[in-house]
């Protein structure tokens, strides 16, 4: 059995040690994505903003922090509805331009560029 420090296992993915993202942005996004409509989110996470868009809970505060980040931001994160979790979520590439601003703004250091 391996160890997760151990050379031969491969290291966490940085986002588990950032969730920079998670309490930075606003996420918006199609109500049909929410369990509601057919779609994944569970309906207790997705605020309504007009007849068609949704925002993530938490995520509409002057520092926003989205209800579903679980840990320390810049220490140990996870996303409580990973796999349901809305587009806007799913497309944020770690090591972005956008990746990088929102570290910045937690005081961590950037991630390389994805390849």
């Known amino acids: 059995m391996t160890t997760p420090h151990a ?3 491969k ?8 969730g920079a993202c998670c309490a930075t942005l606003r996420v ?11 779609g994944r989110v569970p309906q207790g996470l997705a605020e309504p ?8 809970r938490g995520t509409d505060y002057a520092r926003p ?4 980040l679980t840990g320390t931001v810049g220490e140990k994160v996870a996303c ?6 809305p587009s806007p979520c799913r497309e944020f590439a770690a090591g972005s331009d ?7 703004r937690h005081h961590l250091p950037p991630l390389e560029q994805p390849h």
């Open 7 to 9: 050379p031969s296992s």
């Open 11 to 18: 290291p966490p993915h940085p986002c588990l040690a950032c």
């Open 28 to 38: 918006d996004f199609s109500i049909h994505e929410t369990q509601e409509y057919g």
């Open 49 to 56: 903003i007009t007849d068609t868009l949704c925002r993530l």
């Open 65 to 68: 922090r989205c209800a579903a």
């Open 80 to 85: 409580g509805i990973y796999e349901w979790r």
């Open 98 to 104: 956008a990746c990088n601003r929102v570290r910045r």
